[in-house]
T-cell receptor, first 115, second 113 residues
Framework: SAVISQKPSRDICQRGTSLTIQCQVDSQVTMMFWYRQQPGQSLTLIAT?????????ESGFVIDKFPISRPNLTFSTLTVSNMSPEDSSIYLC????????????FGPGTRLTVT | AQKVTQAQTEISVVEKEDVTLDCVYE???????LFWYKQPPSGELVFLIR??????QNEISGRYSWNFQKSTSSFNFTITASQVVDSAVYFCALLAAGNKLTFGGGTRVLVKP
């Protein structure tokens, strides 16, 4: 399975600032995604990170608020812009390896608290 | 549209008891995958199993077993002889057309010593 690392693992940020989260995978993967998990909730897909092109956002998420980059097949960043306390969540990077079937793995997550 | 329902929000058991987590899904696609993930208190999401829609064989892995019933659109998960380390939130998820995972609401399992 792919080994996924995320930086930072956690952060406490002031309202109105931005935070960029990095996701690094140890092998080339077919697809990369970003998810949000609000406190006590399930996971919600923010967007699909497309290599070399703009990310594909889900309903309710916009590029201005959550800009995403994916410069190559093993790395992606998610920025949470102009943060408010409602953005306090765990943000998870996820990758798909389409070998021997479809397997989707998740990074350790970034725990964000906005004050 | 895809939907996954985990009706049990929290289950509390005493160590060594068996616990079964229910998962019911909805999709119009004939080809799809079902997943179970474990999220311990540390927060990471641990992949447990993937099952495709054409494989209805039940599976056992150690103390874990899964029962896939296409006729009732269910993919239930049983932990046999539960241990304190099994305490976590468990998510069932569905992948159908569009390559996007849809998660259930999760079931929190608390195993008391």
């Amino acid at each position: 399975s792919a080994v996924i690392s995320q930086k930072p693992s956690r952060d406490i940020c002031q309202r109105g600032t931005s935070l960029t989260i990095q996701c690094q995978v140890d092998s080339q993967v077919t697809m990369m995604f970003w998810y949000r998990q609000q406190p006590g909730q399930s996971l919600t897909l923010i967007a699909t990170a497309n290599q070399g092109s703009e990310a594909t956002y889900e309903s309710g998420f916009v590029i201005d608020k959550f800009p995403i980059s994916r410069p190559n097949l093993t790395f992606s960043t998610l920025t949470v812009s102009n943060m408010s306390p409602e953005d306090s969540s765990i943000y998870l990077c996820s990758v798909v390896q389409a070998v021997a079937g479809y397997e989707q793995y998740f990074g350790p997550g970034t725990r964000l608290t906005v004050t | 549209a895809q939907k996954v329902t985990q009706a049990q929000t929290e289950i509390s058991v005493v160590e060594k008891e068996d616990v079964t987590l229910d998962c019911v899904y909805e999709t119009r696609d004939t080809t799809y995958y079902l997943f179970w993930y474990k999220q311990p208190p540390s927060g990471e999401l641990v992949f447990l199993i993937r099952r495709n829609s054409f494989d209805e064989q039940n599976e056992i892995s150690g103390r874990y077993s899964w029962n896939f019933q296409k006729s009732t659109s269910s993919f239930n998960f049983t932990i046999t002889a539960s241990q304190v380390v099994d305490s976590a939130v468990y998510f069932c998820a569905l992948l159908a057309a569009g390559n996007k995972l849809t998660f259930g609401g999760g079931t929190r399992v608390l195993v008391k010593p």
